[in-house]
């Protein structure tokens, strides 16, 4: 099971950028999927999570209003739609997927498999 991250870069501040994930080894229609960011020297943090048909999302306080997450289950791909971004979202970005269905979708412990991350750098 893989999940491939990608579409950080290097964006000013206010700019957007839509990060994907896209899954492969097993299909994660039927599973809550999320994302997750890593500053330096911090802790990962919860950013967004989304049910298994898209019905409902969950957002960080950080980030409500400025991101959107949304799935394709056709692709086995999830998505993170950033927008307006700001200095303090710089971070390593994170996907991962529910399996065992233990946790609330906002914890770490929750999710059982994991991306390799993607780079977004937000400059002043």
């Known amino acids: 099971v893989q999940l491939q991250a990608s579409g950080g870069g290097l964006v000013q501040a206010g700019g957007s950028l839509r990060l994907s994930c896209a899954a492969s080894?097993?299909?994660?229609?039927?599973?809550?999927m999320g994302w997750f960011r890593q500053a330096p020297g911090k802790e990962r943090e919860f950013v967004a999570a989304i049910s298994w048909n898209g019905g409902t999302t969950y957002y960080a306080d950080s980030v409500k209003g400025r991101f959107t997450i949304s799935r394709d289950n056709a692709k086995n791909t999830v998505y993170l739609q950033m927008d307006s971004l700001k200095p303090e979202d710089t971070a390593v970005y994170y996907c991962?997927?529910?399996?065992?269905?233990?946790?609330?979708?906002?914890?770490?412990?929750?999710?059982?498999?994991w991306g390799q991350g993607t780079q977004v750098t937000v400059s002043s």
């Open positions: 991962a997927a529910r399996a065992r269905g233990l946790g609330f979708v906002t914890e770490i412990n929750a999710y059982d498999y």
């Open positions: 080894g097993r299909t994660f229609s039927s599973n809550a």
